[in-house]
């Protein structure tokens, strides 16, 4: 997911997609520990996801205040 995606996205709509990533991730990892992933870069990948839904949920943050 983008960062242009990430910033049309209400902040409802945030906390549930970084929930989804999140657990989209753990799913990876545990996978990848039992038996390698085709591609360990998809790991990479949805946790710069997740970084950039905390990052853009943190900027609203603060702009409200």
């Known amino acids: 997911m983008k960062q242009v995606d990430i910033k049309d996205l209400s902040v409802d709509d ?3 997609k970084l929930q989804e990533q999140k657990d ?3 799913k990876m990892k545990l996978s990848h520990a ?9 790991i990479k990948a949805v946790r710069r996801t997740v970084a950039r839904l905390n990052t853009e949920i943190r900027k609203r943050e603060l702009q409200a205040q």
Do not use: A, G, I
């Not at 039992?34 to 998809?42: G, K």
């Open 34 to 42: 039992v038996s390698p992933v085709e591609n360990p870069l998809q």
């Open 14 to 16: 945030l906390t549930e």
């Open 24 to 26: 989209v991730l753990s």
